[in-house]
C-alpha cells in the first residue's frame, strides 16, 4: 500500500494546491480550498485481460488515413441534431441540467427505444425506482440493462460481461473509484473517474454518456477541467413552470455549438417537438398590442418566436427595465436607439419584454422584432396579423442585413405570414415568394408602416 497523500483542491474551479490558502489564485473565489487525502497505487486497466499494446508511432498528415465517420443513431431527430448526427464511438458526452428538468427521462427513453445493447448505470435511484418511470416511458425493452452502482470497478467488471453499445452514466458526481481516498462528489474523484471512463471509452470505441449535476449559478458541478477532458457538453434547460425543454450543446468536437433541440414534457415522457415555430406562437385571434413576431435561426434550424412587450408609465422614481430570454443590456441599447434615433420618450417609462416559451434567443436578427413590440405597446396599437420580422438594428438607427435570410422568409411563408421586415442591404436570393419582402432602411421607415 502506498503512502497517503494529502493535497489543496478549489471547490469552485478544481484548481491544486500545495497547502490550504485563504482565496483561489485561479478563479479568485474566498474559502473554497479543501483539504483531500489521495491514495497513490498502480493504476489497473479498466480490462481485466489486459494486453500489452503497441506504442503509437507519429505519422505525417498525409499517411494518416482518413475512413468514413460512422455515427450511432439514437433514434431521436431531436437528440441527433444537438449532437451532430447522432452518436460518435468512442465519445465521451456530459449531460448537465437543473435537478428534476428531465435529465434521467431523455436519456432513459433513448436507451429503451435503441435495438442495441445499453447498460444504464445509476447511482441515485434503485432499479425499483427506474423500473417505474421506464412502464411510463416504455414498458417492453430487451436491450437495456439497469445497473446501481457507484463504484467504478464494479462497473467495469459488468461492462467486460455484458459488452454493451452503449454506456449512461447517472451521475459523474456518484461514482467513486478505490485508487482515490476521498468522498464521491469531491474534486479528485470526479477527475479521476472521469479519466477512468475516457481510456474506456478511447479503448473500446464504446460511447459513454454522463449525466452531470449543475451549481446554483448553473454551471456544472465539479471541477472545469470535467468539461475539458469530455468531447460533448450538453445542457438540458427551460422553465420547469412551462411543458417545453431546450437541449442545447455548448461544446463539441464533432459538430456544430450552435443546433438545438426542443422537447414537450408529457406524462409518457419526451416528444419531440419537429416544428417548434407553431408551439412557440400563441394561437390568440385577438389583436393585442405589444406583440411581434421574429425570424430567428438557431443553428441550422430556422424558427419563428413570439416576442411580448409591456411599456406602462413608471410608478417609482426608477423606471424599471425587465426582460426575460433577451439580454438587458441590448434592450437598453435598442430603447436608447429609440429614444435617440426615432424620437420616443421612453426614459419615465417601465419597459418589460418577454420571449414566449421559456426560451433563451441572442440572435440579433429580432431587434426589430423587439422595437415593433415595444413600440405597438407604447402606442397601444396592434401589429397587423401577419407580419413578421427579421433584422438588426444599429446604432444610429439603421436596419442591418442578418445572416441566411432566405431561410428565415421561406419558413415565414410556410406558415402563412404574408410580409416579412428586413434590410434594404439584404441580398435575397429567392426568385418567386409568395410573402410580401418589405425592405427598410431605418427605423423611421418602419414605423411610418406599422403605425402610419
Known sequence: MAKTKTTFFCQNCGAQFPKWIGQCSSCKEWNTIVEEAIQKEDKKSWRTDTVAKQANKPLRVSEITQEKELRLDTLD???????????????????????????????????????????????EESQRQIKMRADRIQPNSENCYILTETKTQN???????????????????????????????????????????????????????????????????????????????????????????????????????????????????????????????????????????????????????????????????????????????????????????????????????????GISVDDPAIDLAVMAAILSSNSDIAIEKGVCFAAEVGLAGEIRPVQRVDQRILEAEKLGFSKIFVSKNNKIGLKQSGIQIQKVSKIEDVVGHLFG
Open 77 to 123: 431527430q431531436e437528440f441527433n441534431r444537438v449532437l451532430g448526427g447522432g452518436l460518435v464511438p468512442g465519445s465521451l458526452t456530459l449531460l448537465g441540467g437543473e435537478p428534476g428538468i428531465g435529465k434521467s427521462t431523455l436519456l432513459l427513453q433513448i436507451a429503451l427505444k435503441l435495438p442495441y445493447k445499453i447498460l444504464y448505470v445509476s447511482g
Open 155 to 357: 462497473i467495469f467488471q459488468q461492462i467486460t460481461t455484458i459488452e454493451p453499445d452503449l454506456v449512461i452514466i447517472d451521475s459523474i458526481q456518484t461514482l467513486h473509484t478505490d485508487y482515490i481516498e476521498s468522498a464521491a462528489g469531491s474534486i479528485s474523484q470526479i477527475r479521476e473517474c472521469t479519466a477512468e471512463l475516457i481510456k474506456f471509452a478511447k479503448e473500446s470505441h464504446t460511447p459513454v454518456i454522463l449525466v452531470g449535476h449543475i451549481t446554483k449559478d448553473g454551471t456544472i458541478a465539479g471541477p472545469k477541467i470535467l468539461e475539458h477532458m469530455v468531447d460533448t457538453v450538453l445542457q438540458f434547460e427551460g422553465d420547469r413552470n412551462y411543458v417545453y425543454r431546450i437541449l442545447r450543446s455548448l461544446k463539441n468536437r464533432f459538430g456544430s455549438t450552435a443546433e438545438l433541440g426542443i422537447y414537450e414534457m408529457q406524462g409518457s415522457g419526451l416528444r419531440e417537438v419537429n416544428n417548434p415555430s407553431e408551439v412557440l406562437i400563441s394561437k390568440n385571434d385577438e389583436d393585442l398590442s405589444g406583440t411581434a413576431i421574429a425570424a430567428t435561426v438557431e443553428g441550422m434550424r430556422p424558427l419563428l418566436i413570439e416576442i411580448q412587450a409591456l411599456v406602462s408609465t413608471a410608478v417609482y422614481g426608477t423606471p424599471q427595465r425587465s426582460a426575460t430570454g433577451f439580454n438587458a443590456k441590448r434592450l437598453n441599447m435598442l430603447l436608447a436607439v429609440l429614444e435617440k434615433r426615432a424620437g420616443f420618450k421612453l426614459a419615465a417609462k417601465d419597459v418589460f419584454l418577454n420571449i414566449t416559451g
